[in-house]
């Protein structure tokens, strides 16, 4: 079985600054893929980003990138020139390959709040 | 554009009623997800369907059942709510069965209260 942890249940960030959202993951598979899904106020989750665990260069759309370190199971969120539209909760989620249809393991969720 | 719908935002409920909470997608896609989620828990996998009248069991299936009779619909059955239930509920879709990477493309979520 897979965990997800994220250890920040809250963070803030003021605009146009960078901020770092921390995602830890245990897993026995070796072929597996990472999201960030995003979940703004009353509003649906949409994906942010997705890293496939045998592409060792890391993802990157637009503001969002993110640090995959396969081998310390470390994938954290970089969201730079922060807006006050990416005010959102913030889910780190794990998907194992295979036959596994997709299904997602998520993270507790860190909610992060852009200050103008 | 995507678009998973879910038939109530809100809905309040009884000890012992049995629930039924609808999720529908109109982009042909053949797996569907339910979630339910919770503070400090994130969102936790309950059922999924990889295609119609196909069904299994996802980490948390216990007081729940599922319905898939067409591909667009899928459905959650809470046969005899409890106040443990009392959570947001998320449905969600992907395009391909098998297809681990597909992006999923969640509903607005129902917010349900068994009192």
């Known amino acids: 079985a897979q965990t997800v942890t994220q250890s920040q249940p809250e963070m803030s960030v003021q605009e146009a600054e960078t901020v770092t959202l921390s995602c830890t993951y245990d897993?026995?598979?070796?072929?597996?893929?990472l999201f960030w899904y995003k979940q703004p106020p009353s509003r649906q989750m949409i994906l942010v980003i997705r890293?496939?665990?045998?592409?060792?260069q890391n993802a990157t759309e637009n503001r969002f990138s993110v640090n995959f370190q396969k081998a310390a199971k470390s994938f954290s969120l970089k969201i730079s020139d922060s807006q006050l539209g990416d005010t959102a909760m913030y889910f780190c989620?794990?998907?194992?390959?295979?036959?596994?249809?997709?299904?997602?393991?998520f993270g507790q969720g860190t909610i992060l709040t852009v200050h103008p | 554009d995507v678009k998973v719908t879910q038939s109530s935002r809100y809905l309040v409920k009884r000890t012992g009623e049995k629930v039924f909470l609808e999720c529908v997608q109109d982009?042909?896609?053949?797996?569907m997800f339910w979630y339910r989620q919770d503070p400090g828990l994130g969102l936790r996998l309950i059922y999924f369907?990889?295609?119609?009248?196909?069904?299994e069991k996802g980490d948390i299936p216990e007081g729940y059942s599922v319905s898939r009779e067409k591909k667009e619909r899928f459905s959650l059955i809470l046969e005899s709510a409890s106040t443990n239930q009392t959570s947001m509920y998320l449905c969600?879709?992907?395009?391909?069965?098998?297809?681990?990477?597909?992006?999923?493309?969640f509903g607005p979520g129902t917010r349900l209260t068994v009192l």
């Open positions: 969600a879709s992907s395009f391909l069965r098998g297809a681990t990477q597909d992006t999923q493309y």
């Open positions: 897993t026995s598979e070796s072929n597996y893929y």
């Open positions: 890293q496939e665990a045998y592409k060792q």
């Open positions: 989620a794990f998907a194992a390959g295979g036959t596994s249809y997709g299904k997602l393991t």
């Open positions: 982009m042909d896609h053949e797996n």
């Open positions: 369907s990889y295609d119609v009248k196909m069904k």
